[in-house]
């Protein structure tokens, strides 16, 4: 049975070679492949990749290593994933996945672009 929430992304360019993404809804089994498409897709494009998560109400173990991958691919190629706006819920379960503890998911879009500019 598909999740409950339909996965929506909308895609923001930030300059040369900058993406933003912001993800709504449920990132779970059924939506993963998804939002993998447009992440391969941007990651490809762009050295640095924003995902707002503000609108995202729940991720899965499939989501996470989604992020997982797309971290590992930018980073061989010298480029940086970062994650912010997580809610109380998702939050729990990067903590719990260890995400949250790996230098990749912040508070705000504000301390997530910082992070972008400060490895650049």
Known sequence: MPGGQILGIAERD?????????????????????????????ARDNAAVVVGLESCEFVDSTG?????????????????????????QVLRVFTVAGLADAGIVFASRGEALAELTAVE
């Not at 040369?16 to 709504?24: A, D, H, I, K």
């Not at 991958?69 to 930018?74: E, P, T």
């Open 14 to 42: 930030l300059g040369p070679g900058r993406c933003e993404l912001q993800v709504g809804g449920e990132l779970d089994l059924w939506s993963a492949e998804r939002l993998q498409a447009v992440l391969q897709r941007v």
């Open 64 to 88: 996470i290593a989604l992020f997982l991958q797309v971290r590992r691919q930018l980073e061989d190629e010298g480029g940086r994933l970062v994650l912010y706006g997580c809610s109380d």
